[in-house]
């Protein structure tokens, strides 16, 4: 989950706000007076210089929410141009991430520094541990050359005073694939050609100001409009509400749409697929098999590890499945997939039976929007009952198990849980494909892009152990995947 | 013997707005104050629809004091205060 506290609750603020808005008559005019509504003339200015430079910042979160790229924002441009375009807009496009530019300047590059601790010792270890000649004695204090740095920290351990810090830039840090750089001007930029959508970004910045792109405003034009449209809700969302999952569909039935499935039913699909072609790889000799259903991973494969596709299952995703449904019963239906993570909003792009992808958040904040109160609700079945495992796929060890249960035989199954992509996991999966096995005789390699799985996606609204006892609590109570036809 | 009453509230905006993480509460304090605080989760409050809306959701009321944008660490130091009083 998003853990930058304060940031998160006014992404999530200005997209109930942005809700509230398109419901009144005029969209366009509430929109731009959402800056100067959460911080009107003589209000306390919590986090930055001034007001102006507040509602500035709120601005830019506000042309995220209405699905913009904050980074080609001309500063003159207001929100109610953007708001009429984003209502005029028929096309979304699949960059999902932006960087918000005044929030972002403030942090300082990622480098080496000598802090006022520096002694200015006669042992002078920090010169002698840098092997490329950074290092020089000036006014009896160390400097680094940041042209020579290689940022090898050699100098860093050597000292004696701990006088010497990596300055690190956390959402640089946090990225997995190298796609996030500052550029000239100390602003985060998002390399696409690299980027799997992974999140981790905007889970680490502390100024909240990397944002996923909202499709909001188009799916509350869908909702609007005569089509019938149509909720996929994840797994992982058991964790996320108050209330059941029934009252959870009652709930996103009464926020406008016009039914809801869960994807649990096409992870039944997905993991009894899995299973079969799991056994025929065995049994032609292959030594492993990685999973197939993470986004992330997917993007990860795509962009940075070919290498592993041999043994990537082609089974398709739980979304694939259930939205290949919906579309076969209702093809003139909008389909909406409701997501722990912004990876899925890539995945969900290049699919074309998912018209749109909504997050967490923004459900939440739909509901806040409209006062729904989920506990107070009824319950409405679904069209089918998914299995405990099929609705355990959002817990990292979920997915592995549910191929395990739909196999002939469990025995043969011995899986590996990858949780997390990260430079280690990745080094990993890198060195299984190319010695072309796995690590202690495992059969079975489960990815998943996030620590604990889909329910510690960047949009969710709930932390991964009382989410995970939601889950529970639901999954006790469903049959057995063997058990579902 | 009188007790410190903790009430989180589990209503849709609290929830949405942060409040989810206050289920923690239910087993922190029991822990911590034992029989002098008693702690339950209710359907909606009522207080987001009074004056400060969503913006200072998620609330939990301890005794009469209601704590806004409430986080587990400013619950426990309300408790605390509260359970002060009682000695």
Known sequence: ?485 | MSKVKVNVCMGTTCFVMGGSNLQELMEIVPKKYGDKVEVTGSPCLGLCSINWEYSKAPYVKVNDETVVEATVEKVLEAIDKEVEKLN
């Open chain 1, 1 to 485: 989950m998003n853990n930058n506290g304060q940031a998160i609750h006014l992404k999530k603020e200005i997209l109930i706000r942005l809700i509230k808005a398109f419901y009144t008559e005029d969209f366009e005019e509430n929109t731009r007076l959402i800056p100067y509504d959460m911080r009107p003339t003589g209000a306390e200015v919590p986090y930055r210089c001034c007001i102006y430079k507040e509602r500035a910042i709120l601005k830019d979160r506000t042309i995220a929410g209405l699905g913009f790229q904050i980074e080609e924002d001309d500063e003159r441009i207001s929100l109610t141009t953007y708001a009429k375009k984003a209502l005029e807009r028929t096309e979304i496009d699949n960059k999902n991430l932006t960087v918000l530019q005044a929030a972002c300047k403030g942090c300082v590059p990622s480098q080496i520094h000598v802090t006022e601790l520096c002694q200015g010792c006669i042992a002078r270890p920090c010169q002698q541990a840098c092997k490329f000649g950074a290092i020089t004695v000036k006014d009896g204090k160390s400097h680094i050359d940041g042209s020579k740095c290689k940022k090898c920290k050699m100098c860093l351990n050597a000292c004696p005073y701990n006088a010497i810090v990596k300055i690190t830039v956390p959402c640089e840090d946090a990225c997995p694939v190298g796609a996030i750089e500052k550029d000239e001007q100390s602003l985060a930029r998002i390399d696409f050609d690299k980027c799997i959508n992974c999140g981790r970004c905007i889970s680490a910045c502390p100024f909240g100001a990397v944002h996923e792109k909202s499709q909001i405003i188009d799916i509350l034009k869908a909702l609007k409009s005569d089509k019938k449209v149509i909720a996929l809700i994840a797994p992982s969302i058991a964790g996320q509400f108050p209330g059941n999952i029934y009252q959870l569909k009652t709930a996103i039935m009464k926020s406008g749409f016009d039914d809801v499935y869960e994807v649990a039913q096409g992870a039944d699909i997905t993991a009894q697929n899995e299973a079969k072609e799991f056994a025929e790889r065995m049994e032609s000799g292959e030594s492993f098999m990685t999973t197939s259903c993470c986004a992330g991973y997917n993007q990860l494969i795509k962009k940075h590890l070919p290498e592993i596709k041999p043994y990537v299952s082609d089974t398709k995703t739980p979304l694939y499945y259930i939205a290949e449904h919906v579309k076969q019963l209702y093809p003139d239906a909008v389909t909406v997939f409701v997501s722990p993570c912004v990876a899925k909003r890539a995945e969900g792009f290049e699919n074309e039976n998912v018209n749109f992808v909504m997050s967490f958040e923004e459900l939440g904040a739909l509901f806040v929007a409209k006062k729904i109160e989920i506990l107070n609700l009824e319950e409405t079945p679904f069209e089918k009952e998914s299995s405990k495992q099929g609705r355990n796929f959002g817990i990292t060890g979920g997915v592995a198990q549910a191929v395990k249960k739909s196999s002939k035989d469990e025995q043969a199954v011995n899986s590996m849980i990858l949780s997390g992509l990260n430079k280690d996991s990745i080094r990993k999966l890198k060195t299984y494909a190319k010695n072309g096995t796995c690590e202690n005789g495992c059969n079975l390699i489960e990815v998943m892009c996030c620590d604990g799985g889909c329910i510690s996606g960047n949009a969710t609204l709930n932390n991964v152990k009382t989410a995970s006892k939601l889950i529970n609590q639901l999954t006790e109570k469903s049959d057995d995947i063997k058990r579902i036809k």
